[in-house]
Each structure stands twice: as C-alpha cells, then as structure tokens.
C-alpha cells in the first residue's frame, strides 16, 4: 500500500471482478454482488466511480436513475471501500462524487443501509440524508434490517 491519496475516476469493465473480490471481504454475511452483476450495471449506463491507488481498485459507489425531470429520483446502489483503506474518507469522496451527478439532475436520492452500520449511518447523515423508512429482514441470507433513507438534491 502507498502513501498516494486515491483517485477518483469512472469505474470499468475490467474492474468487475475485483469489485466482486471487495464485496465477498466487506459482505460476507450478506448476498455480495458478483463480478456480472457490476457488469450489469455498468452496461445499463448507471454512474459507476472508482477508487484507485496507483492502478489498485480500493474503492467503488454507482448510483441508478429511476425517474427523470421533472421529479427525477436516483439510488445508491452500493458504495464500498477496501478495509486497508477505510477511515481515510475514500467513501465519502466516492459518495458526494454520485451525489454531484444527482445533483446536476436535480434528483432526489435514495439508499438502503443496515441499521447497525453506524459509519456508513453517521456518513450518509453528515451529506444529508434522513431516515424515512425500516426494512425488516431486508438484507439476505442474514435477515439484517435496513434504514431507507432519502436526501433532497442541493440548491
């Protein structure tokens, strides 16, 4: 690992399978997304970063629109960072990134996160987002509960 600060850049293909590599480590508990899956969705046109050190995937968020002006609504679909490499603000220099996207669209934006993650909880808050709703058992095969939670697009 090197001192460099990551940068920030479009997610690729190739980077897929080192994304799901990253999932199984930071969602063992959980249904991690799979190589495919990150193809899927960079297919699909949805906003996808990266985090990189060096040429070294340490991080990816995407965002999805799922309606558009003029009441145009976005999803976080996953953020997550290398554990070697968390607590150095990656995840929200990846998050306010998608939430600039959002922005630019004047879209409303909605997550999911368990509700014992209280980082990833205290993160979301400090951008914006407030808690509207609780999804009982919503994260599989653990059965983990998940706080909806919404931010409305920046002025």
């Known amino acids: 690992m090197t001192a460099t600060v990551p940068a920030i850049d479009a997610l690729r293909l190739a980077d897929a399978e080192r994304c799901a590599e990253l999932e199984k480590l930071l969602f063992p508990g959980d249904d991690p997304w799979s190589a495919p899956a990150f193809r899927e969705e960079l297919r699909?046109?949805?906003?996808?970063l990266a985090a990189r050190d060096g040429d070294r995937l340490v991080?990816?968020?995407?965002?999805?629109?799922?309606?558009?002006?003029?009441?145009?609504?976005?999803?976080?679909?996953?953020?997550?960072?290398?554990?070697?490499?968390?607590?150095?603000?990656?995840?929200?220099?990846?998050?306010?990134?998608?939430?600039?996207?959002?922005?630019?669209e004047r879209a409303t934006v909605f997550l999911e996160v368990r509700t014992d993650n209280e980082a990833a909880r205290r993160l979301y808050e400090d951008e914006g987002f407030t808690v509207v709703g609780?999804?009982?058992?919503?994260?599989?095969?653990?059965?983990?509960?998940?706080?909806?939670?919404?931010?409305e697009p920046a002025a």
């Open 59 to 104: 991080g990816y968020a995407g965002l999805a629109f799922v309606a558009g002006p003029p009441f145009a609504e976005a999803e976080i679909h996953t953020i997550g960072v290398d554990p070697e490499y968390q607590r150095r603000g990656i995840g929200r220099e990846l998050l306010r990134g998608l939430l600039a996207v959002a922005d630019a």
């Open 134 to 151: 609780l999804r009982k058992r919503y994260y599989r095969p653990s059965g983990a509960d998940a706080h909806t939670m919404r931010r």
């Open 44 to 48: 699909a046109g949805h906003h996808y």
